[in-house]
């Protein structure tokens, strides 16, 4: 009885709640028809799709977007080289007939920084405290001194700035990567 009471209360105690975690998910546009958004064969559109945490902090995971994707991706491609052309920030739930968002906005002027593996600012810093809440923005990553960030390595996403009570906001980041 004492075994099963010492078991019961260890799952207790070390249970983690299966609710209130937030996520990302990834998509990988290459192709380039017009039903896939994609210009030209030397663009590539990854697409990530964050949900804050539903319970407690209201905080955004983070994304680390792979150099070269798993072979189901077709055509295959390899980011390493390209550079970050432009991201387009979309709040919330919107669908292609709405053009505010109206369901699971995140907090006015949230931050979406990209870094890479040594810690270099990707988005240039153009992407701080700005974000908007309600409609879609498109910002162009080129800074007239430097010239667009060269991938050298797998870019992590981060979303930052979000109310604490703002649980289940949703973000949509179209990172759009273009071959010199």
């Known amino acids: 009885m004492k075994k099963i009471l010492l078991a019961l209360m260890l799952v207790i105690l070390f249970a983690v709640p299966a609710y209130g975690l937030g996520s990302c998910t990834q998509t ?8 896939d958004r994609v210009a030209d064969a030397v663009t590539a559109i990854v697409t990530i799709t ?8 209201a905080t955004f995971p983070t994304a680390t977007i792979a150099l070269v994707p798993s072979t189901t991706t077709n055509p295959p491609y390899n980011l390493y080289g390209y550079y ?12 292609s007939s709405q053009l ?15 870094t890479d593996t040594q810690g270099y600012a990707i988005d240039l810093g153009l992407l701080t405290s ?22 050298r390595s797998a870019p992590t996403v981060a979303i930052t700035g979000n109310g604490a009570t703002n649980f289940s906001a949703q973000v949509t980041l179209d990172l759009i990567f273009k071959a010199r």
């Open 28 to 35: 990988v546009k290459t192709s380039y028809t017009p039903q």
């Open 50 to 57: 964050c949900i804050a945490d539903s319970g407690g902090s």
């Open 84 to 95: 970050l052309y432009q991201v387009g920030r979309t709040p919330g739930n919107v669908s």
């Open 100 to 114: 505010t968002c109206s369901v699971a906005c995140p907090t006015t002027l949230y931050t979406v920084t990209i």
């Open 130 to 151: 700005n974000g908007s809440a309600s409609v879609a923005q498109l910002t162009l990553m080129e800074n007239t001194a430097t010239g667009y960030p060269v991938i």
